[in-house]
DNA sequence: TATTGTTATACTCTATAACTATA
DNA sequence: TATAGTTATAGAGTATAACAATA
């Protein structure tokens, strides 16, 4: 801190502010880049707020879905949440482990499962989903209600394809 | 389409539209959600724009950081993409050996490299940006271009934290 | 002692292939 | 023949630990 020889820019080095980071040039102005840099910040307040319930942000998803969504198959639950089906199984089965939900075989295809959140599950759910939201009122709260409401249209929209 | 044995619901499925998925709940208002499913909409159309330049996402992002900050260290641009100097290692030796960009020692401190941009790495930064904005125009048909400004404004500010 | 670049390694996330049981 | 669930596995992406060179 109270250092006599002060950091200095010795070498080629002109105009870079280090305190703000280096310049971010056309980058800046790429939707992409934004976006996964501000999910980057949503996510991980979203992530400290689930580990109490000893969530992931992908088990709180995929319970979630399966609330609002009785007797989904899982097959359903990996093309909602945009992942393969091998890889849901892992999900499923610590969500079932911990009596979240339940998993029973289809009456009229016996391939398939319904899913369905216990009583447990659903209180969950709730509770987690309240505290992701304020994480993310935190998280977001240079932005007044409106903007965040037109951030969120936005990002529908963007999900929406060429509507 | 025309089938005789239209596909029903026989089994507990009530109200659920097929074609437009299954309801969301209470997870479509949150903004981390849907800045991740944003998100993959916008990546996939980016790294498809990057593909015929043999550029990932995060070798362009570090190509551009260094075109636009001439002797940068690894440290500094590690930091500013957010991730860690031993993962950085792997991309600015592809960007060397690929002759995009020059890694020399510095001469004020031996332990830092300086790094900077060759007139081909340049060439290649321009034409892969203008590209991804292209493919981005393209994934945000749907928004104006006044739309698109306030959309980067927003995420600019969730990123600068809470000011 | 602390920091930079580096290697090795582990852990997570995601994708593919193959199997089974059912249709 | 096709599909749902499952397992195994491979490939990315990311994180930690330790080391040599330098400060």
Not at 128 to 138: K, P
Request: charged content about 30%; aromatic content about 2%; hydrophobic content about 40%.
């Amino acid at each position: 801190m109270s250092n006599s020889t002060e950091r200095q820019v010795t070498d080629a080095d002109p105009g870079r502010d280090q305190e703000r980071g280096p310049e971010q040039g056309p980058v800046r102005d790429l939707v992409g880049y934004n976006l996964k840099r501000s999910y980057l910040v949503v996510r991980s307040a979203a992530a400290a707020a689930l580990e109490p319930h000893g969530l992931r942000v992908v088990s709180m998803t995929a319970l979630s879905l399966i609330v609002d969504n009785p007797d989904i198959a899982p097959s359903e639950l990996a093309e909602a949440l945009q992942m393969e089906r091998s890889n849901i199984v892992v999900i499923i089965d610590d969500l079932e482990t911990r009596q979240l939900i339940t998993r029973t075989r289809s009456k009229s295809d016996r391939r398939r499962f319904a899913l369905m959140a216990t009583v447990r599950g659903r209180r969950l759910r709730d509770k987690a989903t309240a505290d992701v939201a304020v994480s993310e009122d935190r998280a977001t709260s240079m932005l007044t209600a409106e903007e965040k409401a037109l951030l969120l249209d936005l990002l529908h929209r963007i999900q929406g394809g060429t509507s």
